[in-house]
């Protein structure tokens, strides 16, 4: 007996002295079997621990040449997945679907609600909600160039299941629908208005009578591969879609050589990075907004992943709202009135001509149109002011 005991209590010594190995803590997985996949894809999904039903869900779509466990390891998105409670769905293709390992953006198989690529996204969503009981009412889709395009045939496509996105160097829907008119969209400007692209979108599910997802754009002003004339015609398809001006309603300047330029009730964002090429914008780092890893198509400028996580409401709270339209106050001959040349052409006493303000009447000459330069106008008849800096 006494010997036993002695075993016992020697055993128990040990195992108190072994190395403490946590529980074996979430990762990307493959989902072996998520329905009908017409279009050959393959399912991957990540659910933090202790993830509760009810809770969002974000789906990726990588790049060419890319995969899902290297987008995964480099965007940004597990941070923010882990810190703020939902799930991920990433999407991959591969070089049966297409040569480089690309999404088939621009193939009408695959671009059309109920078929081919968009489908078995679709069906991965609808098995993510059923599978961790994900919110249907928040769901969301993200993608870099050839996903970023992607992303924009999901919003089109299935307007009904998506509540936002985000597209990152990405191309209009429906901008091109063979691969050499791919080609054409990728390295220039289509001719089209914003209502021809507008059209595009509402033709995509005729029967859609709700609202349309919200959408941000992300475009390197020194993208070569897809110029930045993709990222205004993004701008145009989504701001018709959204019934509101191409004329922005607030401006901002963030990190990273990135401006921020938001239309109607922050239904649409354009991100512009000045001298960024083709990629993802990633900012390594420990902040509460860096995120990423720096890789082939993930460029060290600003996480891309925060600002899109907030403007999808993942953060706890809602979504982040532009800056309020000034309120029109009349005027008469003689006031004098300083602000910023935003709030001057808001509020009638001026106009924006290519990203530059003037006076209204007088065309004096303003400086850039944001919320930042302010200038004091001095109403001298109907609809004519002056600068006036040192009156008021």
């Known amino acids: 007996m006494a010997t036993t005991l002695l075993s016992r209590t020697l055993a128990l010594l040990l195992l108190a002295l072994l190395p403490w190995t946590p529980a074996r803590a979430a990762s990307l997985s493959q989902v072996a079997s998520f329905g ?23 789906v990726l779509l990588h790049g060419c040449t890319q995969n899902a466990a290297g987008y995964f390891a480099s965007s940004g998105w597990r941070k923010y ?146 110029v930045p004339a993709n990222g205004d015609q993004l701008r145009d398809q989504w701001t018709d879609v959204h019934g509101v001006s191409q004329t922005p309603t607030a401006t901002r300047s963030l990190t990273g050589g990135t ?52 403007f999808f409401g993942l953060d706890g709270g809602a979504p982040p709202t532009p800056t309020p339209t000034p309120t029109v106050t009349p005027t008469v001959p003689g006031t004098c009135v300083r602000a910023s040349n935003y709030a001057h052409t808001t509020a009638g006493r001026a106009y924006q001509s290519n990203g530059y303000t003037y006076a209204n009447g007088s065309n004096d000459p303003m400086g850039l149109w944001n919320t930042f330069i302010t200038h004091g106008l001095r109403q001298t008849g109907p609809d004519h002011w002056v600068l006036a800096d040192g009156e008021c």
């Open 36 to 58: 009908a996949n017409p279009g050959n894809l393959t399912m991957y999904a990540y659910r933090p621990d202790g993830l509760a039903s009810g809770r969002p869900l974000v």
């Open 81 to 226: 997945a882990d810190q703020w409670g939902f799930a991920l769905v990433l999407a991959q293709t591969g070089s049966a679907n297409n040569s480089a390992g690309c999404f088939n953006w621009f193939q009408t198989g695959d671009t059309t609600r109920g078929q081919g690529e968009a489908a078995s996204i679709r069906n991965m969503v609808a098995h993510a909600v059923a599978a961790f009981g994900s919110d249907p009412a928040r769901v969301h889709v993200s993608g870099l160039s050839a996903g970023g395009a992607m992303t924009a045939v999901m919003l089109a496509t299935y307007p009904d299941v998506f509540a936002a996105g985000s597209i990152g160097a990405g191309l209009a829907y429906r901008c091109a629908t063979s691969l050499t008119q791919a080609s054409s969209c990728q390295y220039g400007p289509t001719s089209r208005t914003p209502r021809q692209w507008g059209d595009l979108v509402r033709g995509a599910h005729p029967g859609h009578a709700g609202p349309y997802p919200r959408v941000a754009i992300w475009q390197g002003q020194s993208d070569y591969t897809v």
């Open 259 to 310: 401006t921020l330029t938001v239309y109607g009730d922050d239904d649409v964002r354009l991100y512009e990075i000045a001298g960024m090429g083709h990629g993802l914008p990633v900012d390594p780092g420990g902040a509460a907004d860096q995120c990423g890893a720096t890789a082939a198509y993930f460029l060290d400028t600003i996480c891309s992943a925060y600002h899109d996580a907030r």
